[in-house]
C-alpha cells in the first residue's frame, strides 16, 4: 500500500459542502470503511502549534530517568491512567491470543471532565479515576489537555462525517458523544538494543475497542501494519500533515460489520529500515458515554440480512477489553 495508494480525506472540503456534497463525500467514506477501516484525514483544523507541544512535552517526558517516569506510574495493574512502563502490557491478549508482553511504554490520561450525571462505581472507578500526572517536563499538563481538547473536537466532527456516510442525520451520533469516556495515549517504542523475544512485536496485533481512533504516527516511521482484504499484512504510511484513522469495534458493531475494525500491528522492521530506531506516537481512543448502548444501526442491516451483535454498553465493554490486555 503505497501513500498514493492510502486513502487521504479533505475533512475541510467536507464541512464547507452543500447537502449533496456532503453525501457524495460520505459515500467515498464509507466505501473505505467497508474496505480497510483505515483512512488518512487532512485538513481537519488542529493547529500544528497545538500537536507540535504536546509531541515535545511526550518525547521530553519518555527522555527523563526510567526512576523518574516511575513516579507517575499507574498505581496498580489495571489501572488506567499514568504511566506505563516497558512490557507491562500484551495488546494481543485482547483477543485472546497468547503474546509475549509488547516493546512499547506509554503515558495514559482520561476525560478532563466528569459529569454530574456520572454515579456509577465502576465509571468512576475506571474511564473518570484520576490521571496520575508527572512534575516534568514543564508545560505537560497544558500541552497534554489542550491537545486532548482538540482531539475531542475533531472525534465529534468525524463522527458527524460518519453519520452521514452510513445516511443518518448528520447530527445522529451527537447523544452518544456528548459526555465521551476517551482516553490519549503517548507511546514510545524505545531503541532496541538486543533482539525481540519469539514473537516480541512493538504492538501486538489487535483491534481497537471504541468508536474510532486518531493516530499521529511519527514522520517517515515504519511499522504500523493492518490486514486489507486480500489477507495480507500491508504497510500504513504516515501522511504529512494528517492523522490517521482507524474504525473501532463499536462502531463495526453500531454497523453490523459493514464497517470494519480492522486488525493493526506494530512490527519491527529490519535494522536497514530503522527497525532499531526509536519511534513515538500518538494516539487519541474515541469512546462513547459511558452508559452509550450499542445497538446495531436499522440503515445498516439490508433485506435479509441478520443482526450480529446484541447490545453492549460503551463503558463496560471498554473496561472488560482494557483489563484483558496486562501482560
Same mark, same amino acid.
Given at each position: 500500500?503505497?501513500?498514493?495508494q492510502?486513502?487521504?480525506?479533505?475533512?475541510?472540503a467536507f464541512e464547507?459542502?452543500?447537502?449533496?456534497g456532503?453525501r457524495t463525500?460520505?459515500?467515498?467514506?464509507?466505501?473505505?470503511?467497508r474496505?480497510?477501516?483505515f483512512?488518512?484525514i487532512?485538513?481537519h483544523?488542529? /493547529?500544528?502549534?497545538?500537536?507540535? %507541544?504536546?509531541w515535545?512535552?511526550?518525547? @521530553?517526558?519518555f527522555?527523563?530517568? &526510567? !526512576?523518574?517516569?516511575?513516579?507517575?506510574?499507574a498505581p496498580?495493574k489495571?489501572?488506567?491512567?499514568g504511566?506505563l512502563g516497558?512490557?507491562?502490557?500484551?495488546?494481543?491478549k485482547?483477543r485472546?491470543?497468547?503474546s509475549?508482553?509488547?516493546l512499547?511504554?506509554s503515558?495514559?490520561?482520561g476525560?478532563?471532565?466528569?459529569?454530574?450525571s456520572?454515579t456509577?462505581?465502576?465509571?468512576?472507578?475506571?474511564?473518570?479515576?484520576?490521571?496520575?500526572?508527572?512534575?516534568?517536563?514543564?508545560?505537560f499538563?497544558?500541552a497534554w489537555?489542550t491537545?486532548?481538547? /482538540?482531539?475531542?473536537?475533531?472525534? %465529534?466532527?468525524?463522527?458527524?462525517?460518519? @453519520?452521514v456516510?452510513l445516511n443518518? &442525520? !448528520?447530527t445522529y451520533?451527537?447523544?452518544?458523544?456528548?459526555a465521551p469516556i476517551?482516553?490519549?495515549?503517548a507511546l514510545?517504542?524505545p531503541?532496541?538494543?538486543?533482539p525481540?523475544?519469539?514473537?516480541?512485536?512493538?504492538a501486538g496485533?489487535?483491534?481497537?475497542?471504541?468508536s474510532l481512533t486518531?493516530?499521529l504516527?511519527q514522520?517517515?516511521?515504519?511499522?504500523?501494519?493492518?490486514?486489507?482484504p486480500?489477507?495480507?499484512w500491508?504497510?500504513?504510511p504516515?501522511?504529512?500533515?494528517?492523522?490517521v484513522i482507524n474504525?473501532?469495534?463499536?462502531m463495526?458493531?453500531?454497523?453490523?460489520?459493514?464497517?470494519?475494525?480492522?486488525?493493526?500491528r506494530v512490527?519491527?522492521p529490519s535494522?536497514?529500515?530503522g527497525g532499531?530506531?526509536?519511534?513515538?506516537s500518538?494516539?487519541?481512543?474515541h469512546?462513547p458515554n459511558?452508559?452509550?448502548?450499542?445497538?446495531?444501526?436499522?440503515?445498516?442491516?439490508g433485506e435479509?440480512?441478520?443482526?450480529?451483535?446484541?447490545?453492549?454498553?460503551?463503558?463496560p465493554?471498554?473496561?472488560?477489553?482494557?483489563?484483558?490486555?496486562?501482560?
Open positions: 500500500m503505497s501513500k498514493l492510502f486513502p487521504v480525506f479533505d475533512l475541510g464547507q459542502a452543500d447537502d449533496a456532503k463525500l460520505g459515500k467515498q467514506v464509507d466505501d473505505i470503511c474496505s480497510t477501516g483512512l488518512a487532512r485538513n483544523g488542529v /493547529s500544528q502549534a497545538v500537536i507540535d %507541544a504536546v515535545s512535552k511526550a518525547q @521530553a517526558f527522555d527523563l530517568p &526510567p !526512576e523518574e517516569k516511575q513516579n507517575a506510574r496498580y489495571g489501572y488506567p491512567y504511566y516497558p512490557e507491562l502490557e500484551a495488546l494481543a485482547s485472546e491470543i497468547d509475549p508482553p509488547d512499547k511504554e503515558f495514559n490520561g476525560p478532563l471532565r466528569q459529569p454530574a456520572i456509577d462505581p465502576e465509571a468512576l472507578a475506571f474511564c473518570y479515576a484520576p490521571t496520575i500526572w508527572p512534575d516534568r517536563p514543564d508545560g499538563v497544558e489537555k491537545y486532548y481538547a /482538540s482531539l475531542e473536537d475533531l472525534a %465529534a466532527r468525524i463522527m458527524r462525517l460518519f @453519520a456516510a443518518l &442525520p !448528520e451520533f451527537e447523544g452518544f458523544i456528548d476517551s482516553a490519549l495515549r514510545n517504542y531503541e532496541q538494543n538486543v525481540p523475544k519469539p514473537g516480541q512485536l512493538r496485533a489487535h483491534t481497537d475497542y471504541g486518531i493516530l504516527p514522520e517517515g516511521s515504519k511499522g504500523l501494519e493492518i490486514i486489507t486480500d489477507g495480507q500491508t504497510p500504513v504516515p501522511v504529512p500533515g494528517a492523522f474504525i473501532g469495534d463499536l463495526a458493531r453500531w454497523t453490523n460489520d459493514r464497517w470494519v475494525s480492522t486488525l493493526h512490527v519491527n535494522p536497514q529500515d532499531m530506531a526509536r519511534r513515538q500518538l494516539a487519541f481512543f469512546q459511558w452508559n452509550a448502548e450499542i445497538n446495531v444501526l436499522d440503515a445498516c442491516l435479509g440480512e441478520t443482526v450480529q451483535y446484541g447490545p453492549v454498553l460503551s463503558g465493554y471498554l473496561m472488560s477489553k482494557f483489563k484483558s490486555t496486562a501482560a
